[in-house]
């Protein structure tokens, strides 16, 4: 069974940055996407931004275009989340997610995704 195992969530203040990793733990793993998406406490999980494998066309929720930065290290089966300017609402758990089927249907939808990581805290003070 493929995981996905998160890294780098933390503690920032506002205006700061941090970097996010997410690696599949088999290298053999096929992947079509990748995306990132987030859960502030009692709201629904939501898009953030995601990364075609090939080609790496990125796509970005309107809150964090221009501040946020998704990557992907194809050879390390490993996507990644630079987060600048960060700001208070930008406080949830972040969860990284893998297309692993290439189904059609929106990537900014949850559904498209098969494989979830446990999630990591990013808290931003104020």
């Known amino acids: 069974q493929v995981q996905l195992v998160e890294s780098g969530g933390g503690l920032v203040q506002a205006g700061g940055s941090l970097r996010l990793s997410c690696a599949a733990s088999e290298r053999s793993f096929s992947i079509y996407t990748m995306g990132w998406f987030r859960q502030a406490p009692g709201k629904e999980r939501e898009f953030v931004a995601a990364i075609r494998w090939n080609g790496g066309r990125t796509y970005y929720a309107d809150s964090v275009q221009g501040r946020f930065t998704i990557s992907r290290d194809n050879a390390k089966n490993t996507v990644y989340l630079q987060m600048n300017s960060l700001k208070p609402e930008d406080t949830a758990v972040y969860y990284c997610?893998?297309?692993?089927?290439?189904?059609?249907?929106?990537?900014?939808?949850?559904?498209?995704?098969?494989?979830w990581g446990q999630g990591t805290q990013v808290t931003v003070s104020s």
């Open positions: 997610a893998a297309d692993s089927r290439g189904y059609s249907g929106s990537l900014y939808g949850r559904s498209r995704y098969d494989y």
